[in-house]
T-cell receptor, first 114, second 112 residues
Framework: DGGITQSPKYLFRKEGQNVTLSCEQN?????MYWYRQDPGQGLRLIYY???????QKGDIAEGYSVSREKKESFPLTVTSAQKNPTAFYLC?????????????FGAGTRLSVL | KQEVTQIPAALSVPEGENLVLNCSFT??????LQWFRQDPGKGLTSLLL?????REQTSGRLNASLDKSSGRSTLYIAASQPGDSATYLC???????????FGKGITLSVRP
């Protein structure tokens, strides 16, 4: 099946710990995105990547880091510098820019702080 | 800075009713506007995408319209069903780098 796989579905972080959320796609899409969703809020962009080995900060990048070593993979690390990490994290990918940029989403990872 | 607003935040209707969900945006220089559906605890599913040169798109019982000059879009759902219960988000793509700006969504409940 083609699609975007996020893992794990649930993740718990201890104080001072870094955690990594996985996002893999087999849609052959060039662009990938990470969003954060808080209750009653829209999605906010954390990081995005339009091509392998390149990525840009979104609106709320502080306390997060990413890498894009392979086209299929765009992992997100939530560092200890992120003081309020509890949220629902969504990964997306898309193939075209401009007029017809449909983003396809994974099922999400829910991160909680212990 | 682009801002997207969806009002009301929640809506409850009886089954069978035709309904309209509204979305407004502040910057009319958009590439496209998308409507997404999100079920509780799940990811987003793209319902309709309207390019900036288009005025509407249809898929089954869904029809989305776009009025760029006034910064508005509507999602029309015909003959609503309990299975339509979900949160509906609109998002616009503006500027470079294919970034989307999302509204906070409208949580729809269709009562049997």
């Amino acid at each position: 099946d083609g699609g975007i796989t996020q893992s794990p579905k649930y993740l718990f972080r201890k104080e001072g710990q870094n955690v990594t959320l996985s996002c893999e796609q087999n849609l052959n899409h060039d662009a990938m995105y990470w969003y954060r969703q808080d209750p009653g809020q829209g999605l906010r962009l954390i990081y995005y990547s339009q091509i392998v080995n390149d990525f840009q900060k979104g609106d709320i990048a502080e306390g997060y880091s990413v890498s894009r070593e392979k086209k299929e993979s765009f992992p997100l690390t939530v560092t200890s510098a992120q003081k309020n990490p509890t949220a629902f994290y969504l990964c997306a990918s898309s193939t075209q820019r401009g007029a017809k940029n449909i983003q396809y989403f994974g099922a999400g990872t829910r991160l909680s702080v212990l | 800075k682009q801002e997207v607003t969806q009002i009301p935040a929640a809506l409850s209707v009886p089954e069978g009713e035709n309904l309209v969900l509204n979305c407004s945006f502040t910057d009319s220089a958009i590439y496209n506007l998308q409507w997404f559906r999100q079920d509780p605890g799940k990811g987003l599913t793209s319902l309709l995408l309207i390019q900036s040169s288009q005025r509407e798109q249809t898929s089954g019982r869904l029809n989305a319209s776009l009025d760029k000059s006034s910064g508005r879009s509507t999602l029309y759902i015909a003959a609503s069903q309990p299975g339509d219960s979900a949160t509906y988000l609109c998002a616009v793509e503006t500027g470079a780098n294919s970034k989307l700006t999302f509204g906070k969504g409208i949580t729809l409940s269709v009562r049997p």
